[in-house]
């Protein structure tokens, strides 16, 4: 039988890399195991492992969310996990230009700023390869 851990372990894998989830784990301690229980169930069991909605879409929300609200380790985190959900580069300018208008011109433009920075990286590795 499959658990809400099993499946949220699975999810985050798929959308942020097995790599990452590996790390994640190596690194968990006693202390900060409940906060890593809490987000593989809810997080990724529950709501990223949803079906009412594609990863794509949950991806834009994510990243507006994040950039709206300012938390930009986690955005890079997302932003970096964009070609495993089926999102685009196109679909994340169009989630801040939300992000501009709803939560604010000066949290989209540093969003903007960090994904570009991000989207350069990732390009630089694919030309090196």
Avoid: C
Wanted: net charge negative.
């Amino acid at each position: 039988m499959t658990t809400l851990s099993d499946t949220g372990t699975a999810t985050r894998g798929r959308v942020l890399g097995a790599a990452h989830v590996d790390r994640a784990q190596a690194a968990t301690t006693p202390f900060d195991a409940p906060f890593q229980d809490l987000i593989t169930d809810a997080a990724w069991g529950h709501v990223w492992s949803r079906d009412t909605i594609t990863l794509r879409e949950r991806s834009m929300m994510t990243i507006a969310l994040l950039a709206g609200l300012g938390n930009d380790g986690e955005l890079a985190l997302h932003l970096r996990a964009i070609p495993n959900t089926g999102a685009s580069r196109d679909d994340v300018i169009e989630a801040l230009l939300h992000v501009a208008i709803y939560a604010g011109v000066p949290r989209a433009n540093h969003a903007i700023k960090l994904a570009r920075e991000i989207f350069a990286q990732a390009d630089a590795e694919e030309d090196s390869a």
